[in-house]
Each structure stands twice: as C-alpha cells, then as structure tokens.
C-alpha cells in the first residue's frame, strides 16, 4: 500500500474508531485542533501513565510537578521564546500556500536519503550474502553523487539555520530547484520569521489588562519551580522534575494531522546535574528514552537517532528520536542538554538567586540541565501508525486491526455471549463485573460473533472471551488473541491471571531498564 493510502486509512480509521475526531467539526473544523474520543483518551491516558511511571516510578530521584498554563510574561522573555521562537516561513506566489522554508530544504534531503537506499537496497537483493555495502557506498557512481550533491546541500543548510541567514535559506530552495506541491512552480516570496506563541489578555478592563502567553513548552513551569521543588523534596542533584501538560504553538504550516498541532500535550523531564557532567548524563538518557520507545515492541528499526542541524538558543547538544511515519522518519521526542541557560536567566530576569548549595563539593552553583521532551500525541500517532494492519483471512474476509501494545490498548477485554438467550447474557454480565476494579473490560451482544470480533480488532482490543452454553455447565469460556486469532478454552477462574499477564504496565517497565 503506498504511503499516503496508508496515512488517509489511518486518519479515517482513528475517526471511524472512537480514536480522534477535528475539533468543531459540526462548524466544519479549527485548523490542526483534534479531539480525543472513547478510545483515544483512553491510549492517551496510558500512554501518559506509561511515562509518567517511568519518570516516577523507576528514578527514586525524578518528582513530579503540574505547573499552570498560564506564567507571568516575563518568563517568556527570559527564556527567549519572545525574541527566537520563530519559524522561517516561505510563501509560494502561485498558489498562496505558506511552508516551513527549513521543512521544504529537509523533504528535499530526506529525498536524497531515499534516493540512495533504494540504491542500496537493489544492489543488496542483487548480490546478495557477497554484498558489501561500505564497498558499494564508495563505488557506486549514482551513490557518490547523491551523496556529495546532499552532503553539499546540508553543509550551507545547517550554516544558514545557525546564522539565521534567511536569504541563504531561500537561495537553498532556489538552487535546489524545490517546487511547491501544489502549484508546482518555484515562484517563492522572501522568507521571514513568524513567532509561534499565542498571547490573550488578563484582567478585566483595558488600563489594567496584561498581555499573557500560552505555554509553547511545559519546561518553564518545571524550572521556575526548581527551587521548590528541590528545598520541598530535600532533593539532591543530580535529581530530575517531570510535568505532563498542554502546550500551544501558532503553527503556521499545520499539516500531517495530529502530528503537528496548534494545541497538543508534552511530557517533559528537567534533569538538574553538576556543570561539567552533563554530557554523561546526556548519554545516559538518550539511551533510557531509546529504551522507552523501543520496550513498546512497534519494531526497533523503526526508530533513529537524529542530532540537530541547528541548536536551538539554549542548547549544547540535541539529539531527536524519530519514528517511521508512514510520512518519512519524523521526530517524536528530542533530548536537549540545555546548559544553565534557563536557570540563569530566570536569576537574571526575577532578581532572585536560583542556585544549588552542593554539600559535597561545599559550593553553590547553577546547576546543568538535561530535557527529555517528548509530545504524547506524536507518540500516540507512533502507536496507531505502528501498529495498524489489514490481513486477508482464510475465508477470504479481510480484517483491519491494531497490533497496540497490549498494556497500552483502550480495551483489555471484550465479554461476548454467543447468543443473547438461555442465560448466556447475565452470565457474561457477571462476568465482565469480575473485572470491573482490575482493568477497562467491555460487554457487547449485539451482531454476529465474527463481526464482533472484528470491532474489538479495529481498536486493538488484545482479548475477547466468548460465552456459550458449555460455560453455563463447566465453567469455562473460549478466550481469542487478538494478534493470531487463536482460541482456547480456559477457566474462567484463570482469566484474571491469563490476561493480566499481558496487559500489566509492569511488562513495559521492567523492558525500560533492561
Ligand atoms: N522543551 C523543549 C521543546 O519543547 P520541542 O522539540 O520544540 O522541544 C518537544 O518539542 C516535543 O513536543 C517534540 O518532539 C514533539 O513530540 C512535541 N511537539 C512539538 N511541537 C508539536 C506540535 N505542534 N504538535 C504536536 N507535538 C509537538
């Protein structure tokens, strides 16, 4: 299936499924605002327990804080968002649509990319267990050439960002003769640089009314709260402050559904260590987060590193982990060593001292910092995308399913009597109460067994349970796995244990530290 099939099925199927609905759609929508439905907010939620137990739960040393959304102005300013969170954005003239001029340059790279894998990949089945890649990187005439044309765009791309050299990013697109998708033509408007951050007013007249932000990071909320959290906790560095919250940015070039939001949600980590030790600790948690990706079991290959071309204004080292869209390879989380940038300029800017006394060092100082930021949505669109499968069965039917993660899935299990009469229904009732305190359990009587069967694979649903007359005499029922089909018939005493097994958020865990 090609790729933009493939992302089209996905969108309409998280609607269709109770997943993700366009915000105001009954007012024909608000531009890259999504709502969560029945099923969404439930992955959300797990997903968002998932970390947060990550955070809180396996670092004795890592609290948690829910700041507001709302902070005083001046924070914006110390942290820089008033002056540099800016997107350079580029207008083609035929068809009036704006892009992301550094977005238009990096589809262009990612081209090359592909351009000289699928190189690889054709001469890799060609000459098969003899093939030696390096070799053939280094030989290949249509390789070479990709690769030096990319390198050559990349080294004046990443030097345009760093400077902000606006005119050279243009000139890029120019030069690399980058055509709008739309119109098709290359007829660009100059680029210039549009600042991300909503602002409303508070307080309730004119004269004293203030202009306030939006948060476009939950970050801030943890570092002007550092000190209290850290004399609160008596926490010692190096300690770590976690916050999951909405965050909001003025996207100009909003596109690729919930993956770039104007309104979306962030789990965010702020890691306080000593100056001088950050880029151990950088390491550790660009290791830990991978780990966190990975546990989820979506497929390790689909995940990649990806050190920033650009800094941005407060950073040392950055690092994305990226996922395989069925869009391209696209971040979902970055790691950020932020330096005392934040700290330092929250002293500066509030006039009240923001350091740490190290008892054994003996000195005060500001401490380093290292982000874990990560958005949930993209990562719930990570799941869905991961996940989604079509299979043509035995019988010539097809199903749709969701391989998710079984302890992230909205739905454990699904109780279904095989007929609705002979007492077959208030026994699956019964049932289906066993669970009610253990995890999210679903009774549904309604339609053929099959076509039931199917409703809880298009939500992922990793168990269903079949009740039919044989359990009304022996106490046992037919259990089905989602992913294989299979069935087997079980007690109904050991339900509790089969599924459990499965679905516990320890499984995921206890993977984040292996
Ligand atoms: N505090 C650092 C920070 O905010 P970022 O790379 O701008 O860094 C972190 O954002 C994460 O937030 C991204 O990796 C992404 O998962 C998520 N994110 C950022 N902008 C987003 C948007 N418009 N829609 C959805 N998620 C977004």
């Known amino acids: 299936m090609a790729n933009e099939d493939l992302f089209k099925k996905i969108i309409s199927h998280c609607k269709e499924y109770g997943f993700v609905f366009p915000s105001s759609e009954i007012y024909d ?29 396996l670092n004795d040393n890592v609290a948690g804080v829910d700041a507001a959304i709302f902070m005083h102005p001046t924070i914006w300013k110390a942290s820089g968002h008033v002056d540099a969170f800016n997107d350079p954005l580029v207008d083609n003239k035929d068809s009036k649509k704006r892009y992301r001029a550094d977005v238009l340059i990096e589809d262009y790279l990612n081209a090359l990319d ?24 280094s030989t290949n005439e249509r390789v070479i050439e990709n690769q030096n044309k990319r390198n050559a765009v990349h080294a004046r791309f990443a030097e345009a960002l760093n400077d902000g050299n606006l005119e050279e990013l243009r000139q890029i697109i120019v030069d ?13 408007t100059e680029v210039r640089q549009f600042n991300l951050m909503f602002s409303t007013e508070m307080g309730s007249t004119m004269d004293d009314s203030w202009k306030v932000y939006l948060r476009p990071e939950t970050a801030q909320g943890i570092f002007v709260n550092f000190l209290n959290v850290q004399k609160t906790g008596r926490m010692k560095i190096p300690f770590g402050i976690a916050q999951i919250g909405k965050a909001f940015r ?30 151990r600790w950088y390491d550790t948690w660009k290791k830990i987060r991978l780990n966190w990706h990975r546990a989820m079991g979506l497929g390790d290959s689909k995940y990649r590193y990806h050190d920033h071309d650009k800094l941005a204004h407060y950073a040392n080292a950055a690092v994305d982990i990226e996922f395989e869209m069925p869009f391209g390879f696209k971040e979902i989380e970055g790691i950020h060593s932020r330096t005392d940038f934040d700290l330092s300029q929250h002293e500066k800017y509030s006039g009240k ?20 930021s990560i958005g ?38 699904a109780v279904l009597p095989l007929v609705k009469k002979d007492g077959l229904s ?19 009587e309604k339609d053929s067994i099959g076509k039931r069967y199917r409703r809880q694979d298009a939500i992922g649903t990793p168990f269903c349970i079949t009740i039919d007359h044989e359990t009304l005499s022996n106490s046992t029922v037919t259990i089905r796995h989602r992913d294989t089909m299979t069935q087997d018939r079980v007690a109904i005493d050991s339900l509790h244990e089969i599924i459990s097994a499965k679905v516990d958020m320890k499984n995921l865990l206890k993977k984040v530290m292996e």
Not at 114 to 137: L, P, Q, T, V
Not at 251 to 274: K, L, N, S, W
Request: hydrophobic share 40%; aromatic share 14%.
């Open 29 to 57: 929508g608000l531009g890259a605002v999504y709502d969560y439905g029945q099923n969404g907010v439930e992955l959300k939620n797990n997903i968002k327990r998932y970390w947060w137990d990550s955070m809180t739960l």
């Open 114 to 137: 592909d351009k000289i894998a699928k190189e690889i990949e054709k001469a890799a089945a060609r000459y098969g267990s003899g093939f030696d890649e390096n070799m053939f990187r």
């Open 176 to 188: 690399t003769e980058i055509a709008c998708p739309v119109s098709g033509t290359r007829n660009w």
């Open 250 to 279: 003025n996207e100009i070039v909003a596109r690729q559904f919930i993956f770039r939001m104007r309104e979306f949600e962030q789990m965010e980590m702020q890691y306080f260590v000593r100056p001088g030790d950050e880029m």
């Open 353 to 372: 001292k923001i350091q740490y006394f190290d008892p054994e060092l003996g000195q005060h100082y500001t401490p380093y910092v290292i982000e874990t």
């Open 376 to 413: 949930v949505d993209r990562v719930f669109l990570s799941i869905i995308a991961g996940s989604y499968a079509e299979e043509t069965l035995e019988n010539n039917e097809s199903r749709v399913l969701l391989r998710i993660p079984p302890e992230l899935a909205p739905v454990k299990l």
């Open 426 to 444: 208030e026994r699956a009732r019964e049932i289906a109460d066993m669970f009610r305190f253990d995890f999210r359990c679903i009774y549904d």
